[in-house]
């Protein structure tokens, strides 16, 4: 475990689990000074007919969480991030051409994202979760500024086709709500949740 100072002083001697296999995810619980382990998840993520996005979301959070990779963990968070146009899903493009047309469709316009987060508490069966919404809004972009940006290679693994936290942070002229939500993890939701344990 980690010795440096933590404003979550209250987690102290907790072991808590990632359910997510996200870099982005374990970085922002290091910003905080939490240092989980990481077990990523093997859930099923198709979405049911007609399923509200809300609860998608929420689904694939709380699933993340009670699998419960980490036998030992006294928390676990799962977490899921969408972004959404319309009521359309837009999930992590599967090649670069997929990619460019996700990025035309959002370019000068706003979006939602929603990032569901749950912690569990294995010893207890309890689980807790919550679902954060953000707005965000794209810059115009010309087809030359998508083909650039897809060419970093950063819009491959990200919901969306873009990433807030990298060279993506560049094409996002509004955000209302949680920045870290849309990076992958609200923080301040999920330490939360997680202070609702102690």
């Given at each position: 475990m980690e010795s440096t100072p933590s404003i979550c002083y209250w987690l102290q001697g907790r072991r808590i689990c990632l359910a997510s296999a996200s870099p982005r995810r374990l970085t922002l619980l290091q910003q905080v000074g939490i240092h989980p382990t990481v077990h990523p998840t093997d859930l099923d993520?198709?979405?049911?007919?007609?399923?509200?996005?809300?609860?998608?979301?929420?689904?694939?959070?709380?699933?993340?969480?009670?699998?419960?990779?980490d036998p030992q963990a006294d928390l676990v968070i799962g977490a899921d991030t969408i972004v959404v146009v319309g009521e359309t899903m837009l999930g992590k493009p599967a090649h670069a051409a997929e990619a460019h047309q996700?990025?035309?469709?959002?370019?000068?316009?706003?979006?939602r994202v929603l990032t569901?987060?749950?912690?569990?508490?294995?010893?207890?069966?309890?689980?807790?979760?919550?679902?954060?919404?953000?707005h965000v809004w794209i810059k115009p972009l010309s087809d030359t500024e998508i083909i650039a940006?897809?060419?970093?290679?950063?819009?491959?693994?990200?919901?969306?086709?873009?990433?807030?936290?990298?060279?993506?942070?560049?094409?996002?002229?509004?955000?209302?709500?949680?920045?870290?939500?849309?990076?992958?993890?609200?923080?301040?939701?999920?330490?939360a949740l997680l202070r609702e344990f102690t």
């Open positions: 993520e198709t979405r049911h007919p007609d399923e509200p996005v809300r609860d998608y979301a929420e689904r694939m959070a709380i699933g993340k969480a009670r699998m419960n990779p996700m990025l035309a469709q959002i370019a000068g316009r706003a979006h569901a987060v749950a912690v569990y508490q294995p010893a207890t069966n309890r689980c807790l979760h919550q679902v954060v919404e953000s940006y897809v060419a970093t290679g950063e819009p491959l693994d990200k919901a969306g086709a873009y990433g807030i936290q990298g060279v993506g942070a560049a094409l996002v002229s509004r955000l209302d709500g949680s920045c870290s939500g849309v990076a992958g993890l609200p923080l301040c939701e999920t330490l």
